[in-house]
């Protein structure tokens, strides 16, 4: 409870200075949860067992276990939260900015990745959808630091799309990326690739009659993609096997 209230009370402090200056461009809010995240998150070199959510996709150091063979570890950029107070503060902030500057994408893609670093899965696929509801309403109007308009911003917002979808997998948090993939469809019905991740989902799954239902739809947005027909290929001879 002393955790939250300080969180607030913070939160309420800075809203009082920018109260000074009422006009809070979208830059404002930037730096403010730039600093905040900064003073409650550190970087360094960190060695585990296990890979977290964020490292997958980066560059990692393996290390062997030269006695018994495998794998004995990793090292890797990692991160720490040393003040929640501060965090908790970024994400108010943010959110906040958000609201009020709804076309800056380097707002919900700057709070998308604090809640990985954080392993915060729930709240950085709810981010991401945001940015995928918003670009259904601004039709890729988006805005970057000191508003300028940005190009190809759905190319940005599907990479990223792609990216997370990735580490999911690659992380073995099928549920997380059947969230993910299932809230791109919603959104955005007519990207082949979109079905062809949620078909994967499937496909690792081993449950092969759903995954090829899942390839079928791709395919019928995009009908000339190899990768989509080499996936149903690979499906149907999995199929024919189990007969």
């Not at 300080?6 to 109260?19: D, N, R, T, V």
């Not at 979208?26 to 890979?51: C, P, Q, R």
């Amino acid at each position: 409870m002393r955790k939250y209230l300080a969180s607030i009370l913070l939160f309420f402090a800075e809203a009082s200075l920018f109260a000074v200056n009422p006009v809070i461009n979208g830059d404002d809010y930037a730096n403010m949860f730039n600093e905040h995240l900064n003073n409650g998150i550190h970087s360094g070199i960190t060695m585990s067992v296990k890979l977290p959510l964020y490292a997958y996709g980066e560059q990692t150091l393996t290390m062997q276990d030269t006695a018994n063979g495998g794998i004995a570890g990793y090292m890797y950029n990692g991160y720490t939260i040393v003040d929640s107070i501060q965090i908790d503060s970024a994400f108010c902030i943010l959110r906040e900015g958000i609201a009020k500057h709804p076309d800056r994408l380097d707002l919900y893609l700057g709070l998308a990745t604090s809640y990985l670093y954080c392993l915060d899965s729930k709240n950085m696929i709810e981010v991401v959808g945001l940015a995928l509801q918003r670009e259904r309403k601004n039709k890729g109007k988006w805005l970057w630091s000191n508003d300028e308009q940005l190009a190809d911003t759905m190319e940005i917002l599907y990479n990223r799309v792609q990216e997370d979808y990735r580490r999911f997998v690659e992380a073995d948090q099928l549920d997380d990326a059947e969230r993910l993939a299932n809230i791109a469809v919603k959104y955005f019905p007519k990207r082949a690739e979109y079905w062809n991740d949620l078909a994967g989902i499937y496909f690792y799954r081993e449950d092969y009659k759903k995954a090829l239902e899942y390839f079928y739809k791709a395919l019928k947005l995009s009908p000339n993609d190899e990768l989509i027909m080499a996936n149903i290929s690979y499906v149907e001879e999995l199929l024919n096997q189990q007969k």
